[in-house]
């Protein structure tokens, strides 16, 4: 047992790590928008190349220098709480090159039961980064808070004192002949595939939730509770990948699915699975990826098994180039319009899951087996049988008790309002990471909360991909804020997404990808919320790139035909990438029948509120504070009881003593303020805010 906890903890370190390293990575190029050079430090992952140096691998290997390594590793979580961007990435950078060598000294280790401890480690050690994110709402606990970071660091440095004071690590095994032989290409093919999905699906199990998403109301399953069921299925897949040959009782059904494992009848309902959860939205795209789960932890074990009888360098490191080149393709079916041959990989994301499945089958069809495969195999089965399949099923009872830890946090419950006054706010999210990549969740959420808006749209906020770090924003601040969440278009879409929180229900949406034939491809939400009893529209978008001419004039046509049509008092929030009175901006407000809630305002190029079948009361532009590119902006509206009877407001006023206190914007940003803000705090900025009284107000 003792032994199994150890590698649990050496196993949550490593996907710790390995995660870690696309999203601080991309941080640099999110901010350029374009290729930043910074890429390169993706090379750090290659550091098993060193083991087929002679001498040098054994020297690498050995008990000393991977205990070392094992120590270098731990302390690099530190890198969270390093000064810079920079550092932090280098940091981070040297212990995943110390945890893949780890990796490999305890996966090719010459010990047999130090190869199966590894296995069932990196196994269970999955499942604990899991349920770490369970807990911590959809985030990574050493990639929180400065005192998360600590324990997991702590909890880390015991495991590995412990590890370096057993002994295990004993050196590689020797090379074989037979090592030499073709095979071990389509296992390191094979494997790498195995890393990329399972860190691009199930790194969070919120992901193929947010892949088959619609809109209201059928929406499909929502990340709570219907992630427990992701988790569910990945448990039952390791369970699968054991047998016994001498089974009795629930064994005899293991036994009796020993097979499946290297079956290629389900290698074809797996790669089947993958394509359904592509191809199909909502609930048939989810149980299609329920079935990829568990034939994905299927093979897991099965795969790290034969790995282990292949050549470590070569092997290990094919492995890291497949996962580093699907990872790369991944963003350019997505950033294709900011790339260097977008053009060709422009939301093929089909071709990804083909080139999965293929290595997934050539892999299994051709990868070496070993004389002491047996003796591995029935080491591994002992272990799982014994205290590992007590670990699994604790590290799943306690991931499903974080979802009962997080059932309250479901109520959406705010005061009635004394009037009909609605609030809504646009901003451009950022992915949930400030300017210098530490997340800006908690600061984001009281800054949201601060404005009282009522509903919400956030630009760029789908980082639910690997290369984001597979956090849900919308999940965790629908739960922070007490919201309800309209997460749309589907991540699998190949959108920055547009998600929507609102105080009050959503009676319907649709999610849309509007017309992008040479740019990015944008997404927009049209939406009906029932507000306190009152039916409003909302439009929200993330128009093209300015440099696309003709995809924003087609975006334009569209939005302004969906603002046309809607039947209920409407708001639109969009990031519109034009200046006011140009081209796309008449589009909307003629062709829509909306008008601008401050035409006066001239100094503005992406963000704007229009609106429609409400009387404007105040109109407010908060600065970033340092967490986004982008400022906030934040309309306030009266909503009529009778929408045939809509008097406007035309008077501008800044004196907070001419506007009844009901309609004023919180003082927490400060007052009235000219100019820009460049403080690293929210403030009121771009003169404002204003409010809007009736003309013969006094």
Partial sequence: MRELIRETVLGHLFWTLFQALAPMIWFYPLNELEISGYEAFALALFSPLLIGIPKLGDFLCNRWSTAVL?????????????????????????????????????????????????????????????????????FVPAWWTSRSNSIVIAVSAVAVIDKIMSGDDVGIRKSTKSESSWRWIPMGLGFGSLLYVTQALFGEVSVICRWVVE??????????????????????????????????????????????????????????AFLSLYLCPTWSGFAGGLVFAVYTMTIWPEFLLRLSFCPPAKTASLAVLVWLVEMLFSVWTVAYNFVPGGTFTREKTLWLIVSAAVTFAAAILFAPEDKDQKELSSTNETMLRGSGVWILFLLVASGLGGYCYRYPNQTVSHQPKARNVLTAAIWTYHFGYDNVGWPSLERSAEMLRETEADVITLLESDASKPYLGNNDLGMWLGEKLGMYVDFGPSTKDHTWGNLILSKYPFVKSVHHLLPSPHGELAPAITAMVNFTGHLVDFVVTHMGNDRDVIDRDLQAKFLSNELKTAENPVIFLGYVTSAPFSRDYVQLTNGGNVKDIDETDRDRWCEYIMYRGLTRLGYARISHGGLSDTEIQVGRFLVPDDSDDVKDNERIV????????????????????????????????????KYFLPRNHS
């Fill in 70 to 138: 094992r120590l270098i590793s731990v302390a690099s979580l530190a890198s969270f709480q390093a000064p810079s961007t920079l550092q932090r990435l280098i940091i981070l950078c040297l212990g995943c090159s110390c945890v893949m060598l780890v990796f490999c000294a305890s996966i090719f280790s010459s010990s047999p039961k130090q190869r199966a401890l590894s296995i069932w480690g990196l196994v269970l050690g999955l499942f604990a980064f899991l349920t770490g994110r369970i807990w911590f709402t959809t």
């Fill in 215 to 272: 809109g209201y109301p059928e929406t499909g399953p929502m990340p709570y509770p219907w992630g427990a069921a992701v988790l569910v299925a990945l448990c039952f897949g390791v369970i699968l990948s054991t047998h016994s040959h001498e089974a009795r009782g629930f064994g005899i059904i293991l036994s009796a699915c020993s097979h499946v494992r290297r079956s290629f009848v389900l290698w074809l309902v797996g790669s089947a």
């Fill in 654 to 689: 800044t004196n907070t003593k001419e506007v009844d206190a009901s309609i004023r914007f919180s003082t927490r940003f400060g007052g009235f303020s000219d100019g820009h803000n460049w403080v690293e705090k929210h403030r009121y900025h771009m003169s404002t805010p």
